[in-house]
């Protein structure tokens, strides 16, 4: 009888986490195309710094400015990562000893 209690519980718990992970894959690909195509859609690798001359009379060295630049390399990572939320969300509940 607690077998049974249990199993359903786990159940339950999965049917739950399945529909918590679907909105979330939505969400986490949604987030990394707009922040790629709003970053300015960067067909290169993703850009943490830049180098801007130095506005110090006599330097010749640059300056490394901060700036993110989101690349084709974090659009891939955020959209796979949506994938496999996805098809975690998609895969049935497995249902043991029946």
């Known amino acids: 009888h607690y077998a049974l209690q249990t199993r359903d519980a786990i159940g339950a718990c999965c049917i739950a986490m399945r529909r918590l992970l679907r909105p979330a894959a939505a969400a986490l690909g949604a987030v990394g195309l707009v922040l ?29 400015q901060f700036v993110f630049r989101p690349g084709l390399d974090f659009l891939g990572c955020s959209l796979a990562a949506a994938a496999v939320l996805a098809v975690l969300g998609r895969a049935p509940a497995r249902r043991g000893g029946d």
Do not use: L
């Open 36 to 64: 790629w195509f709003f970053g300015g859609p960067n067909t290169g690798r993703s850009e943490w710094y830049r180098e801007v001359p130095s506005d110090r009379p006599g330097t010749v060295a640059n300056e490394r």
